[in-house]
């Protein structure tokens, strides 16, 4: 089909999961979760890299909030210095009469780290802290897809607060079923295969 943008299924609460080739340390194996796609670019954070950094060390506040491991993630490497913040909301809460919060895509929605945590936290039942997002400017992101980096498929409210100990890119990959199923088994190391 010609005339269809690469990027034209991506929108809030997809995923991008890095195609085995994509070799760059940024983002090998990674799964990001889109926060916001428009014309003039794209922004997200990657779901499974957890840094050697406790929450309680940075945002003292938030750290026994937070889901296990209660670690910061390396959302990206533009403005590692930023913190965003993603939850999950409990069933039942409507994102829109939260303050402190805004929604990006069914229950998961983005959380203003000023806000005083006791007060949002009862309202949620997954939280996650990123340092730094990953972004692009308008039309690099379709240029990447067209390339073959990226494999765009929808996310699930849970893949935000993954443990970082199950291999969310072997399992966001297994559940689309065939043939991209089969790239869960492309070894990290195809030297060693």
């Known amino acids: 089909m010609s005339g269809v943008r690469p990027d034209a299924n991506v929108e809030p609460g997809t995923l991008l999961v890095a195609a085995p080739g994509l070799l760059d340390s940024n983002f090998r194996r990674t799964v990001v979760y889109i926060i916001d796609h428009r014309g003039e670019g794209t922004l997200g954070v990657v779901l499974n890299r957890p ?13 026994p909030h937070v889901t296990r491991p209660q670690a910061i993630y390396i959302g990206g490497p533009v403005e590692r210095k930023t913190a965003l913040c993603l939850a ?5 809460e409507d994102v829109d009469k939260l303050d402190g919060v805004v929604g990006v895509h069914g229950p998961v929605a983005l ?4 806000a005083d945590p006791d007060q949002l936290t009862p309202s949620m039942r997954g939280l996650r802290v990123f340092a730094g997002y990953s972004g692009w400017g308008s039309g690099q992101l379709g240029e990447e897809i067209d390339r073959g980096d990226w494999i765009v498929v929808p996310g699930l409210p849970d893949d935000v607060t993954s443990p970082a100990n199950a291999d969310l890119w072997g399992r966001v990959l297994r559940r689309q079923g065939m043939p991209l199923a089969l790239l869960a088994t492309h070894p990290i190391d195809v030297s060693r295969n």
């Open 51 to 63: 840094s050697e950094v406790a929450v309680h060390d940075v945002l003292p506040a938030w750290a």
């Open 88 to 92: 999950t909301l409990r069933p039942g």
């Open 111 to 114: 959380v203003d780290l000023d």
